[in-house]
């Protein structure tokens, strides 16, 4: 049975997990998984958005939804999830990462902590749930999974020095990943650029005027990343004046031009 198939009508017995499922992508993920009849595991620090979101999505879609309360910032939290999901006998069918959060500014001037807590969410924990249900998924035989990535993964950005650099190593990873796997799980690396949520605010990033135009919803994004996972592409940038904007970038010039001109567009 190829991925395509799998995923044409899902059982009752199918679940995804989403992580960052309070707000902004990780709901409309969630959102465009239940209309495809995929039971759902949410995860995220805050509980009742998710509580909210649950029933909202048994009730339109008459699925299963269980809502995880967990900072995937702390170093045990991938094992508790594993463990809860076990006691359920929940088998992960898809795995969405999704929860990540930003720092913006010059790098010598973030708070150490701060960066760290960064770096252990966007970077460790991804990569452990990765490990954990692909393996899960590699010895099941089917599967697929999304990882979030960001457009700043395809150049060097000063002022989100740290944020691009976490997120062109889940790009490397998720393109790996889909060869390392294949034929049977899918990983999909999902580069979305600016979206109309919350994320922003959190980072202390401020969309420029020249660049709301290149603004989608969580929505679009959403089904951007999904389409492409179950098609088994192995990533995809959301929209399409990013796309063009990633390809003339990261292949036509040399890296040093594209930080540079990344840190001028950043303070203009």
Not at 89 to 99: F, H, M, T
Not at 101 to 122: K, V
């Amino acid at each position: 049975m190829s991925m395509a198939d799998q995923t044409m009508a899902p059982s009752q017995q199918s679940w995804a997990v989403v992580t960052g499922a309070s707000s902004g992508l990780g709901i409309a993920l969630a959102i465009r998984l239940a209309q495809r009849r995929h039971n759902l595991v949410l995860v995220a620090r805050r509980e009742q958005p998710m509580r909210e979101l649950a029933s909202r999505l048994e009730r339109d879609h008459h699925i299963k939804v269980l809502v995880q309360a967990l900072d995937l910032g702390d170093p045990n939290s991938v094992a508790t999830l594993q463990q809860r999901l076990a006691a359920d006998a929940i088998e992960v069918d898809i795995l969405v990462n999704n929860a990540a959060f930003a720092l913006s500014g010059p790098f010598i001037d973030q708070d150490p902590e701060r960066l760290r807590a960064m770096l252990q969410l966007n970077i460790v924990a991804l990569t452990e749930l990765t490990l954990v249900f692909g393996r899960q998924m590699a010895q099941r035989r089917r599967g697929h999974i999304l990882l979030v990535a960001s457009v700043g993964a395809y150049q060097p950005s000063p002022l989100a020095a740290a944020y691009s650099a976490a997120k062109a190593y889940v790009l490397s990873l998720g393109v790996a990943l889909n060869v390392e796997l294949a034929p049977n799980v899918g990983v999909t690396v999902l580069s979305p650029g600016l979206m109309d949520t919350e994320f922003h605010d959190v980072a202390g990033y401020t969309v420029k005027p020249s660049m709301r135009r290149t603004v989608l919803s969580t929505d679009r994004v959403a089904a951007i990343g999904l389409d492409a996972m179950f098609a088994g592409r192995s990533s995809v940038i959301a929209g399409r004046l990013n796309s063009i904007a990633a390809f003339i970038i990261s292949r036509l010039m040399p890296r040093s031009l594209q930080a540079r001109m990344v840190y001028k567009m950043s303070k203009t």
